[in-house]
């Protein structure tokens, strides 16, 4: 079951705009994680924040988590085009060791 | 390198010819997991093993078997594949130590049954 909702499913900016992306999920959670997957390749972990975060930062990445809402958003700041790619939010469950459940995606295209 | 790797990387096949990927992380990590990918749908988990000797399945698990009987090593076995499991499976792994528990992802192994 998908627990992870991403939206929009698609976002196309111009370099050094902001792009951000949204994840609604259902259950309550331990921790929620943002993932970015170039074109048919591995994901990468780019961020997480924990339940009892509010607000992070890592470079030109800000993500919130509002669990009353359950959703959390990820700005991307200063978008370059190498930023082009599809980002995922990924939520491990509370009382889960390990595993996540992905979202579908949102496929982010950024032009000159 | 920490790295997660699998083989082959691209892969196609006839329906019932039993298959094998394979999965090896050099982490040290504990968890292991198989996930496909499929358009509109996004990962979805195939099996997980939390250890040596521990599997359990994911959420789509019919059709696929695993076996976790080295650390590093998770093998995804297709005893007779078919069209429908034409799709991008990919290995990750993780520590169950530390709490930061992000995954490490392979390259993905794109697989076409025929």
């Known amino acids: 079951s998908q627990q992870g909702e991403e939206d929009p499913q698609a976002l196309s900016i111009q370099e050094g705009e902001n792009a951000t992306m949204n994840c609604s999920y259902k259950?309550?959670?331990?921790?929620l994680q943002w993932y970015r997957q170039n074109s048919g390749r591995g994901l990468v972990h780019l961020i997480l924040?924990?339940?009892?975060?509010r607000e992070k930062h890592s470079g030109r990445l800000r993500v919130t988590l509002d669990t009353s809402k359950k959703s959390s958003s990820l700005l991307i700041t200063a978008s370059r085009a190498a930023d082009t790619a599809s980002y995922f939010c990924a939520t491990r469950r509370s009382g889960t060791a390990s595993k996540l459940t992905f979202g579908t995606g949102t496929r982010l295209q950024v032009t000159l | 390198e920490a790295q997660v790797t699998q083989n082959p990387r691209y892969l196609i096949t006839v329906t019932g010819k039993k298959l094998t990927v394979t999965c090896s992380q050099n982490m040290n990590h504990e968890y292991m997991s198989w996930y496909r990918q499929d358009p509109g749908l996004g990962l979805r988990q195939i099996y997980y093993?939390?250890?040596?000797?521990?599997?359990d399945k994911g959420d789509v698990p019919e059709g696929y078997k695993v076996s976790r009987k080295e650390k590093r090593n998770f093998p995804l076995i297709l005893e007779s594949p078919s069209p429908n499991q034409t799709s991008l499976y990919f290995c990750?792994?993780?520590?169950?130590?530390?709490?930061?528990?992000?995954?490490?992802f392979g390259p993905g192994t794109r697989l076409t049954v025929l």
């Open positions: 924040i924990r339940s009892n975060e």
């Open positions: 259950t309550s959670i331990n921790n």
């Open positions: 990750a792994s993780s520590s169950l130590v530390s709490s930061y528990n992000e995954q490490f």
């Open positions: 093993s939390m250890n040596v000797e521990v599997t």
